[in-house]
C-alpha cells in the first residue's frame, strides 16, 4: 500500500542545480572557442578548487555514465563498448562511457564534451581508475598525472601519509595544472576556494543530520544523491555551490517545520514506517523505480555510505583554508572507497546507531569491487554487533541487465516483514 501523496512541483534547490549544470556543460561545449581548458578527474578523493585554481574546467566521467544511464542511453553504449572487445566483467561506467566517446562523446545536456587537456588521476582505492583512465589516455593522448592516495589499511590517517600526498599536490599535481593552464598557482585564491567549501559543507552537513528527526525530512540514500551532486561534482569551492546548500537547508528546514516527510518519485511520504541504513551505490537505469520500491512499503533511508563517496561531512571533516594542502590530502586520504573493511563496519553500526535505524540494507553492484568486496562479511558483522535485521539487494549501476525488478521487489517485501516481525517481537 502506497504512503505517498501526488509529486510536488520541483523544489528550488534542484530547479538551481539543474541551472549550475546546464551552465557547466554549455562552457564545456563552448571550449573550442572559449579557449578555455578542461581536466577529467574522478569523484572520490576529486581536486576541483586545485582544478579551478587554475581556471580549468573539471569533467567527471562517472557522472556522465551515470547520467547518460538515466537518460536511457547507457544500453547502448554498454553494448558498443562490448563489441570493441571490452568485457561483461568490466565496470560499467567504464564501458558507458567508452561508448559515449564512441558515439561522439555527447555529454548529459546533449551537448559535445570536450577531449581532455589533462587526465588527472587521483588513486582513492580503486584501481579501475588507473585502467580506465589508461583507456583514455589511448584515445586522447592526452597527457596524465597521477595522485597516488595512501590506502587507509587501518582505519587512521597518519603524519606521513598526509605528508606523502601534500608532496605530491606540490611537486607533481601543481606543476602539472600550471603546465596545462599557463597559469601560476594561487595560494590566496586556493584559501578563498577553501572557505567556500567549508560554507558549503557545513549545510550539507546539517541537511543530512537532519535524517535523525522522526519522520525524516530527507531521504539520505535515493534524495541524497542530488544533495551530494554540486559537492562532490565541479562546483566545491564555488559561490553557487555556497547558494545551493543555503537554499537546500532552508527547503529541508520548512519540511522540518512542516513535520513532513521525504519527496519520494510517488510524492510525499506521510507516513514513514522504516528507518534504514543503506550500503553501496544505487542502480541508475531504474532510479525512480527503485525508490518506489522503498517508497511504496514506507521506507525511508536515514543514512548511506554511497553518499560519503566523496567525503564524509557529517563526521566533521571540512575544507580548511589554514591548511590548504594539507585538507585537500586529508579529503583524498578520508573518501569512503578509500577506507578498509573495518571502519566501513563501524561506520555502519554507527549509523545504525545514531540515526534510530531498523536495520541495513546492502545494495551490491556488479560493477563496483570497491564497494562490493567484502559486503556480505560487513553485513554479518553488522548484524552480529548490532542485533538489526539486514538484508542483502543485488543489481547494477548502469548495465540494464542486471536490474529485475520482481526479484529486487520480493527481497524488499521479506526484508521489510522481517522488520516489522522483529519489531512486533520486541513488543510482546
Ligand atoms: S569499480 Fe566502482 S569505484 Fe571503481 S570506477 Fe567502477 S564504479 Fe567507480
Known sequence: MSTTTMAPLKDRS????????????????????????SVYTFVPGNLTELVRNFDLLPVLPEINALQSS???????????????????????????????????NVGPTGERLPAPDLLLLSYTGCFTFMKWFELLRQEYGAP?????????????????????????????????????????FDLDKLREQLRLSAQAEDDLAWVLHSAKHRPSPID????????????????????????????LRAEVQERLDAGLGPVTPAGTMEHEKFRVVVEGPPNWTSFNEFWRMFADEGAVVVASTYTKVGGFYD?????????????????????????????????????LEEYDADGLLV????????FS????????????????????????????????????????????????QKRAGARR
Do not use: W
Open 144 to 184: 596524465t598525472v597521477m595522485l597516488h592516495v595512501p590506502y587507509q589499511a587501518d582505519g587512521v590517517i597518519t603524519d606521513a601519509m598526509r605528508r606523502y600526498v601534500v608532496a605530491q599536490l606540490e611537486k607533481k599535481v601543481i606543476p602539472a595544472l600550471e603546465k596545462v593552464s599557463g597559469k601560476k
Open 70 to 104: 538515466m537518460r536511457g542511453k547507457s544500453k547502448e553504449y554498454i553494448a558498443l563498448a562490448e563489441k570493441l572487445g571490452h568485457s561483461e566483467d568490466v565496470c560499467s561506467y567504464v564501458k558507458c562511457d567508452i561508448g559515449m566517446l564512441k558515439s561522439g
Open 363 to 370: 545494495h551490491s553492484v556488479k560493477s563496483c569491487n570497491s
Open 373 to 420: 568486496a567484502g559486503q556480505l562479511v560487513m553485513l554479518a558483522e553488522v548484524e552480529k554487533r548490532t542485533g538489526r535485521p539486514v538484508g542483502f539487494l543485488e543489481s547494477d549501476l548502469v548495465d540494464p541487465r542486471y536490474f529485475s525488478a520482481a526479484n529486487l521487489k520480493n527481497r524488499l517485501e521479506s526484508y521489510f516483514q522481517m522488520v516489522a
Open 14 to 37: 534542484q530547479l538551481r542545480q539543474k541551472q549550475m549544470i546546464a551552465a557547466h556543460f554549455a562552457r564545456l561545449a563552448r571550449t573550442a572557442e572559449s579557449g578555455e581548458k
Open 220 to 247: 539520505a540514500y535515493f534524495g541524497g544523491v542530488y544533495y551530494i551532486g554540486p559537492m562532490f561534482s565541479a562546483f566545491r569551492g564555488t559561490q553557487d555551490a555556497v547558494d545551493y546548500y543555503r537554499e
Open 315 to 351: 563526521f566533521g571533516y571540512r575544507h580548511d583554508p589554514e591548511h590548504p594542502l594539507e585538507s585537500l590530502a586529508d579529503y583524498c586520504l578520508g573518501c569512503y572507497t578509500n577506507l578498509d573493511l573495518g571502519t566501513r563496519v563501524d561506520v555502519l553500526c554507527r549509523y
